[in-house]
Nanobody, 115 residues
């Protein structure tokens, strides 16, 4: 069963912004810490940010101050607002629950930052 539906992503210039969305099955969303991950070519998937049910967010050092993770409980959706994008942010971005084991990974969102 598909429990994660990701959208957003695209091509943006250095310094630009994008917002990623991930609609999550309610039974998962309501009780789980949710995370955004990314994987660049030839590299391991890394955790970018996670958000607790109550809204507390934790970020990796590489995106802190530029990205904002949020959740809309009415829509069972987690977002990643990405500002001041850099070329090194180029990757495929995924959402999933933070706790192990993850749900089956979706196709992800390709984010390409030019320059």
């Amino acid at each position: 069963q598909v429990q994660l539906v990701e959208s957003g992503g695209g091509l943006v210039q250095t310094g630009g912004s994008l917002r990623l969305s991930c609609a999550v099955s309610g039974n998962i969303f309501s009780v789980n810490v949710m995370g955004w991950y990314r994987q660049a070519p030839g590299k391991q998937r890394e955790l970018v940010a996670r958000i607790f049910v109550g809204g507390l967010a934790i970020y990796s050092d590489s995106v802190k101050g530029r990205f904002t993770i949020s959740r809309d409980n009415a829509k069972n959706t987690v977002y990643l607002q990405m500002n001041s994008l850099k070329h090194e942010d180029t990757a495929v971005y995924y959402c999933n629950k933070f706790a192990y084991p993850p749900l089956p990974w979706g196709q992800g969102n390709q984010v390409t930052v030019s320059s």
